[in-house]
């Protein structure tokens, strides 16, 4: 009776541990936890009204470097909401991107350069100095569609 008794009480002692064990576990936040609350810190901190952020469809994309993806809402100076905008994080090297200003700079670069990408190899010979930041802007511009692409085109499916 004893034994059965001690039995008993081993078994359910061992349950104990194991359920501690396993809130414990339970406890530890995931990488992609960690990886989000990273890229929320940092778009924080870009914001005018940090507290005022919120977020919605935030993911761990399936590239290589694991960048998060998401949409924040944050307030403005006047202190009115502004609406979802898609932002971009990348853990590596802490690039933030926000679309709605990429597509607004983009949009500045084509209309200073007269609407269209110039070809850097035309006109080498004797540039006037506007040809020279003409096609300087384009590059620059040309540049950051790549990194527009890269951040919301290429990959965003993975959030929505």
């Known amino acids: 009776m004893a034994l059965v008794l001690l039995m008993a009480l081993g ?5 104990a541990a194991i359920k501690k064990s396993v809130k414990k576990e339970a406890a530890k936040p995931s990488v992609d936890q960690v990886l989000i609350e990273k890229a929320k810190d940092a778009i924080r901190e870009k914001l005018k009204d940090p507290e ?3 977020f919605r469809n935030v993911r761990v ?11 924040v809402n944050a307030k403005n100076s006047y202190g009115g909401y502004i609406g979802y905008d898609k932002f971009y994080f ?4 802490h690039e933030i991107g926000f679309e709605r200003s990429m597509i607004k ?10 609407g269209e990408l110039i070809d850097d190899d035309t006109e080498r010979d004797g540039d006037s100095r506007v040809n020279a930041a003409r096609k300087r ?11 527009y692409t890269k951040m ?3 990959g965003w499916d993975v959030v929505n």
């Open 11 to 15: 078994a359910n002692l061992s349950d």
């Open 61 to 71: 994309g399936a590239e290589d470097f694991k960048p998060v993806r998401g949409e």
């Open 137 to 147: 802007v384009s590059r620059e511009t040309r540049i950051l569609k790549t990194k």
């Open 105 to 114: 700079t983009i949009e500045d670069g084509i209309k200073a350069i007269g």
């Open 152 to 154: 919301f085109l290429n």
């Open 52 to 54: 005022s952020a919120q």
């Open 90 to 93: 990348n853990p590596v090297d």
